[in-house]
C-alpha cells in the first residue's frame, strides 16, 4: 500500500508521528523513533513564559514593574524545572537536525506575540523545517469577548507568518464557537495545517492544603472522539493539512483519523506507555488493515468519512444527534436490579 502524505507541503513516506512531548528531549529516544518509522519528530514546545522570564527575569530587572510582570512569573515554574531553556531548545533542535532524515518541527507555546517573533525566526535559522503554533489560553477576563480571544490568535500567526518562510501549523483548542469560521481566517493568513487538539489539563483540588494540584492524564481512546468529528467537518472545508493528535493508541484509531480528514498522526501517550517502538506497530497495524479491506493507497482511504462526502452536512449532524439521545440507555446496576424488582 502507497502510504506516502503530504504535510505542512512536507513529503512523507507516511502519516505517523510522535507529537510535541517530552520524547524529543532524549537524542536517543529520537533515533529509536526515527528506527521505528517516524514521518517527522515534532519537538515539545517552548513556552513564552520561559523565554519572557529568561528577558525580564534576568536580562531586564530594571523593568520589574511592567504590567505586574514578577507577579505572573512567580506562578509558573523555575527555570531549572524547564528540562530545556530557550537557548538549550535550539541547541537541541541543531542536535536532532544532524541526526534524523526526516523533517524535524518546532513549536511554541503561549497566547501573544511577545517573544514569539524572535524564537519564530531562531527557530527557522536552527534548521527546522516547520513551526507549531501552540495556542493555550483559558479565558478568565469576564470583560474578554470571545472574539478579542480569536483576534490575538490571529495576529500571532499573521506576525509569525510575515516573519519566518517555514510552514507554519497551528495547534488549537476545540473551545471556539466556529471552528470552521476560525479555521478559514487562520488558512486566509497563511497557516499551513491546523493540529486537533490541544488537551486541557484540569487541576484539582487539595481541599486539606487548599491548594490546586495539577495532574497529568495521558490520553485514553475516549479523547479520539471529539478529534474526528472535528476532522470530519474541516475535511472539505480547510485547505490546508489537518493532524489529529490526541486518543491514537491503536491501529484502528489512527485508520479512523485518516477517513475522517487527517494528512498527519500524531502519538504521544501511546508512546510514553509502549516506547517508541510502538510507532511501528501502529503505521504496520494500519498497512495490514487498509490491505485487508481493499485500500492501495492513503489517499484513496483520506476523508471518506468526512462530511464533505454527506450531501446535507448540517442535517447528518442533527440526525446523528437526535438519534444518539433516542437510543436505549445502557442497563447500570440499579437499572438491572430495578427491572428484577419489577419482573418479581
Not at 278 to 305: K, N, P, V
Amino acid at each position: 500500500m502507497d502510504l506516502k502524505t503530504t504535510y505542512l507541503g512536507l513529503n512523507l513516506a507516511h502519516p505517523f508521528m510522535p507529537g510535541a512531548s517530552p520524547l524529543a528531549d532524549d537524542l536517543d529516544v529520537v533515533m529509536q523513533l526515527e528506527d521505528a518509522g517516524a514521518a517527522a519528530i515534532v519537538m515539545r514546545s517552548l513556552f513564552e513564559e520561559q523565554i519572557i522570564r529568561q528577558r525580564y527575569g534576568f536580562a531586564a530587572l530594571s523593568h520589574a514593574d511592567r504590567e505586574g510582570l514578577p507577579e505572573a512569573l512567580s506562578y509558573f515554574p523555575e527555570p531549572s524545572e524547564f528540562p530545556l531553556g530557550p537557548d538549550g531548545y535550539l541547541e537541541q533542535l541543531r542536535r536532532i537536525k544532524k541526526r534524523v532524515a526526516v523533517p524535524v518541527i518546532g513549536s511554541l507555546n503561549g497566547t501573544t506575540t511577545e517573544g514569539w517573533l524572535e524564537y519564530a525566526r531562531l527557530i527557522e535559522q536552527a534548521g527546522a523545517d516547520a513551526i507549531e503554533l501552540n495556542f493555550y489560553h483559558v479565558a478568565t477576563d469576564p470583560l474578554e469577548q470571545g472574539v478579542e480571544v480569536e483576534h490575538r490568535l490571529l495576529d500571532i500567526v499573521a506576525v509569525v507568518r510575515e516573519s519566518v518562510g517555514i510552514p507554519l501549523a497551528v495547534k488549537l483548542s476545540p473551545f471556539y464557537s466556529s471552528l470552521p469560521n476560525l479555521a478559514a481566517k487562520l488558512q486566509a493568513l497563511g497557516a499551513a495545517g491546523l493540529v486537533l487538539f490541544n488537551r486541557f489539563y484540569q487541576a484539582d483540588i487539595d481541599p486539606d492544603e487548599l491548594e490546586a494540584t495539577p495532574r497529568l492524564r495521558l490520553s485514553d481512546s475516549s479523547d479520539l472522539l471529539l478529534r474526528l468529528r472535528w476532522l470530519a467537518i474541516l475535511a472539505g472545508q480547510f485547505g490546508g493539512s489537518l493532524a489529529a493528535t490526541g486518543g491514537v493508541h491503536e491501529p484502528i484509531h489512527a485508520v479512523k483519523a485518516v477517513m475522517a480528514g487527517a494528512d498527519a498522526v500524531q502519538v504521544v501517550s501511546a508512546l510514553l506507555r509502549n516506547g517508541p517502538k510502538y510507532l511501528a506497530h501502529i503505521r504496520r497495524g494500519f498497512e495490514e488493515w487498509a490491505q485487508e479491506h481493499g485500500y492501495t493507497s492513503i489517499d484513496q482511504m483520506r476523508g471518506c468519512m468526512s462530511l464533505a462526502q454527506c450531501p446535507d452536512p448540517h442535517a447528518f449532524e442533527r440526525g446523528h444527534y437526535l438519534r444518539v439521545l433516542q437510543s436505549p440507555l445502557p442497563p447500570g446496576p440499579s437499572m438491572v436490579s430495578g427491572a428484577k424488582r419489577r419482573r418479581r
